[in-house]
C-alpha cells in the first residue's frame, strides 16, 4: 500500500495553519517557520510532525512530496524555486510573488523536473464561483461582456506598520494583496487582458504602498473587467458581477465578516423588461481551501497542469505591475 503523500508546510502563521486544517488524505510530515515557536506550536498538532526553521531542509527530506509554501511575498520566489529543483510538487499562495520576472526560474525549472505548481487562488472555488462558472460554461448568460467587482476592507490599528505595508516585504499595498483575486477571478471568465489601465494610490493609510486600485481591463474583444481593490472600505466588501447578454450573475459576501456567500441568476427573458431571477445562499462554512487542495492532489495523481497554475499568476502579476508603473509606485 502507497504511503499517504507528505507535505511541508513553510510559513506557520493564519495561512499556513489554515493549509494544515485542510490536508485530507495526506500527512503533515514538516512544519517550517523562522519563528521556532511557531513551527513547533504547529507540528505539535500533528503526529509525526517535525519542527523545523530551515526550509531547504524540509524540500530535501525524502518523505516530503509537496510543498505548501505560506510566506511573506518576498519570499514566495525563492522558496518555490528550491523546491521545483528538488522535484516537488508546490501550492504558492497568492500572488505568488513580488513581481512576473520572479515566476520566470520556476516555471523553467518545473519544466524540467515535471513538477506541478499551483498558485493559492483559492477564491475561484468558493460555492458561488463554483455555481457561476457552471451557469456561465452551460451557456446560461450567452456571450460575456463585462465584469464589475469590488473587493475591500478597512485594515486595523497599526496596519500601516506591518509587513505588507512594507514594499520590499509585500511588492505592493492593496493591489498586490486583495487585488490578485479580482484580476484573476476577471480573467478566469473573461480570458487574457490586451488593454490595462487604471490608478493605484494611497489616500489614507501612512505607507508607501498603495491603499487603493482601480483597473479598467479589456480583452482582445473588448470585453472589459472592471476592478477596485481598497483598504478603506471600513465595512468589509465582497461585490463580483458578471454580465453577459442573455443575463447577469450577482455574487456577494464570501461568509464571515464579509457576509453570507450568496449568487443571483437574472435571466433576461426575449421580450426583456424584468428578469427571472435565481438564488443560491451558502451560509455554511468556507470549503474553498479545501476544495482547491483536493483539487491540486487529484492534479497529482493524474499529472495534469493545475487549473490555478504559476502563468495565471504571472499574468495577474503582470497586470498589478502595469498599474504600479503608470501609478508611479
Not at 93 to 100: M, V
Not at 106 to 127: E, P, Q, W
Not at 257 to 263: C, N
Request: with cysteine; hydrophobic share 45%; net charge neutral.
Amino acid at each position: 500500500m502507497r504511503r499517504p503523500l507528505g507535505v511541508a508546510i513553510v510559513g506557520c502563521g493564519f495561512i499556513g495553519q489554515k493549509r494544515a486544517k485542510i490536508l485530507s488524505g495526506c500527512h503533515l510530515v514538516a512544519c517550517v517557520d523562522q519563528v521556532e515557536e511557531k513551527a513547533t506550536a504547529l507540528a505539535a498538532q500533528y503526529s509525526n510532525c517535525v519542527a523545523l526553521t530551515d526550509a531547504l531542509e524540509a524540500i530535501n527530506r525524502a518523505d516530503v512530496d509537496i510543498v505548501i509554501i505560506a510566506t511573506l511575498h518576498s519570499t514566495l520566489a525563492e522558496i518555490a524555486l528550491n523546491a521545483v529543483k528538488a522535484g516537488k510538487h508546490v501550492l504558492i499562495e497568492k500572488p505568488g510573488a513580488r513581481r512576473a520576472a520572479e515566476l520566470e526560474s520556476i516555471i523553467a525549472a518545473a519544466r524540467k523536473t515535471g513538477s506541478l505548481v499551483r498558485i493559492g487562488f483559492n477564491h475561484r472555488y468558493h460555492r458561488t464561483f463554483q455555481k457561476a462558472r457552471e451557469l456561465i460554461d452551460q451557456g446560461k448568460l450567452g456571450e460575456l461582456m463585462f465584469i464589475r467587482a469590488r473587493y475591500g476592507h478597512g485594515g486595523r490599528v497599526g496596519y500601516d506598520k506591518e509587513w505588507r505595508a512594507q514594499p520590499a516585504l509585500s511588492g505592493g499595498g492593496e493591489l498586490i494583496d486583495q487585488g490578485v483575486h479580482l484580476i484573476d477571478l476577471a480573467r478566469w471568465f473573461l480570458g487574457d487582458f490586451t488593454e490595462i489601465d487604471g490608478f493605484a494610490h494611497t489616500y489614507y493609510w501612512d505607507m508607501p504602498v498603495d491603499d487603493n486600485g482601480f483597473l479598467i481591463l479589456k480583452t482582445q474583444k473588448k470585453q472589459v473587467a472592471f476592478l477596485h481593490a481598497s483598504c478603506t472600505e471600513w465595512k468589509n466588501l465582497f461585490s463580483f458581477e458578471i454580465y453577459g447578454r442573455n443575463g447577469k450573475i450577482d455574487i456577494n459576501g464570501l461568509g464571515g465578516s464579509y457576509g453570507i456567500e450568496k449568487i443571483i441568476f437574472y435571466k433576461m427573458s426575449p421580450e426583456m423588461g424584468p428578469p427571472e431571477t435565481f438564488m443560491w445562499e451558502y451560509p455554511m462554512v468556507d470549503n474553498s481551501w479545501a476544495t482547491e487542495m483536493a483539487e491540486f492532489l487529484e492534479d497529482i495523481r493524474l499529472k495534469r497542469p493545475p487549473a490555478a497554475g504559476i502563468h495565471d499568476a504571472y499574468a495577474a502579476l503582470q497586470v498589478v505591475e502595469k498599474i504600479y508603473g503608470m501609478s508611479n509606485l
